[in-house]
């Protein structure tokens, strides 16, 4: 079973940039897409973009584009997501998920994700 931790967050000043990291234990991780979601207060979870298994290929929305940078390391077994120019709009709680089949699928769902980190708290003050 693979597990994920999220780490980075915290309060940051707007303009400022962030590095999320997510570490995975288990054996498998590079084997898999890993994606990165947010869940902004009282609002729906969010699509911020995803890595394909062997980290050639990223996806991001439209929304997402530009100031959101993800990245993975599989020596090391970790994702990245580095944010910048951060916003107050990008307060939220951060999570890292894999998708723990069909190596080659990268999916921009949430329900297509099979693990979930446990999520870090973004604060941005304006």
């Known amino acids: 079973q693979l597990q994920l931790v999220e780490s980075g967050g915290g309060l940051v000043q707007a303009g400022g940039s962030l590095r999320l990291s997510c570490a995975a234990s288990g054996d498998t991780f590079s084997n898999y897409a890993m994606g990165w979601f947010r869940r902004p207060p009282g609002k729906e979870r969010e699509f911020i973009g995803a890595?394909?298994?062997?980290?050639?290929?990223?996806y991001y929305p439209d929304s997402m584009k530009g100031r959101f940078i993800i990245s993975r390391d599989n020596a090391k077994t970790t994702v990245s997501l580095q944010v910048n120019s951060l916003k107050p709009e990008d307060t939220a709680v951060y999570y890292c998920a894999i998708r723990a089949s069909d190596s080659y699928y990268v999916p921009q769902r949430g329900h297509e994700y099979d693990y979930w980190g446990q999520g870090t708290q973004v604060t941005v003050s304006s």
């Open positions: 890595v394909s298994f062997n980290g050639l290929m990223t």
